[in-house]
């Protein structure tokens, strides 16, 4: 049995010869590989799978990813997932202001987006059940099924690697966000 404090991240001698094709990938791409995906290379196919359900194309906009991620790390108490998604979405134009206020479920700044993080965090404390005044505040601001089911896989996507994060202890490489 594995001593939880001694797992780290595998050396590049312990994983397979398709996880070091992505290790190569983005040490090219980034110049590093993030830990995250570095931890996950610890089996054979769960980072190439986590990997493409990843990359996967969806109808909403990256400041809609991360705000879901956002309000899904801080719920889930993921101190990677906030500090990943927290520089993420400074990248993508989201000021340190309306950062904080997505991790509490809120938008003040932009309605549509509310109505989007409002059901993400209704739907995370409620366990994936959801108050159908949320669902129609969402639907009313003009998103649509196709929406819904590809809110529910960024969330997915975040559990995984919010999950792993904690279970593996996975060293943070992200400027560490701020308390709230």
């Known amino acids: 049995m594995n001593d939880m404090s001694t797992i780290g991240i595998p050396k590049l001698s312990e994983v397979s010869v398709e996880n070091k094709n992505y290790i190569e990938y983005f040490n090219k791409k980034l110049g590093r590989i993030p830990n995250m995906y570095a931890a996950m ?14 990359t996967h194309q969806t109808s909403l906009s990256i400041k809609e990813c991360e705000a879901i991620s956002l309000v899904v790390s801080q719920i889930n108490n993921s101190l990677y997932g906030l500090s990943e998604h927290t520089m993420i979405g400074m990248l993508n134009g989201f000021s340190e202001t309306e950062i904080m206020q997505l991790r509490n479920g809120i938008s003040d700044f932009d309605k549509r987006l509310n109505s989007l993080v409002q059901l993400v965090k209704n739907m995370m ?9 949320f669902v129609d505040n969402f639907f009313s601001e003009g998103y649509t099924t196709e929406h819904l089911v590809d809110v529910l896989n960024v969330i997915g996507d975040n559990f995984i690697t919010n999950f792993t994060g904690k279970v593996l202890d996975v060293p943070i490489d992200f400027p560490l966000a701020k308390e709230l």
Do not use: C, L, P, R
């Not at 290379?41 to 990843?54: C, D, G, L, Q």
């Not at 404390?125 to 005044?133: F, I, M, R, Y």
């Open 41 to 54: 290379m610890h089996s054979e196919n769960a980072f190439i799978t986590y990997y493409h359900f990843h």
């Open 125 to 133: 404390e409620q366990k994936g059940n959801v108050d159908t005044v």
